[in-house]
């Protein structure tokens, strides 16, 4: 019987998505400097693995209310009409007067034009932190 036990138990853990594999990826980072609850993910489109990811760990690991601007854009963006894509950067816009900050995922430094627009309205309209994954690496 306590072998059946733990079995299972190591199967669960193998199932667990944040499992050491995951997280290795993101050992270099820490995530426990950002404060605030209600946290806008902003990026490049080319890293949507890094928002899914991160996503996942901000909520699981951290407790953090985590938001993006539309799912079906940031893995679909090449099927959308120029005029869509202008319309989900309206509801970006308006999605971040309900956050508290924003993480922006600066992969490779890279940070894209509506990324830059997205920062610039929260920073000067809103006056709320702006965190970015480069600088929340741990020092070596």
């Known amino acids: 019987m306590k072998v059946k036990k733990l079995l299972r138990l190591n199967y669960i853990r193998e199932k667990e998505r944040l499992n050491k594999n995951f997280l290795h990826e ?13 946290i806008f ?39 959308f009409a120029s005029k869509e894509w202008d319309i989900l ?6 999605k971040l007067q309900y956050q508290e900050a924003i993480l922006v995922l600066d992969v490779n430094d890279y940070v894209g034009e509506h990324s830059k627009e997205e920062i610039e309205y929260f920073s000067v309209k809103l006056k709320r932190p702006i965190y970015y994954l480069s600088k929340l690496k741990k020092p070596k």
Request: charged share 35%.
């Open 41 to 79: 993910l902003v990026g490049s489109i080319k890293f949507r693995d890094y928002f899914v990811k991160i996503e996942s760990i901000l909520q699981i690991l951290y407790d953090k209310l985590v938001t993006i601007c539309s799912i079906d854009g940031l893995l679909n963006k090449e099927k």
């Open 26 to 38: 993101f050992k270099e980072y820490d995530f426990s400097h950002i404060d605030e609850s209600k």
């Open 89 to 94: 950067q309206k509801i970006a816009l308006k």
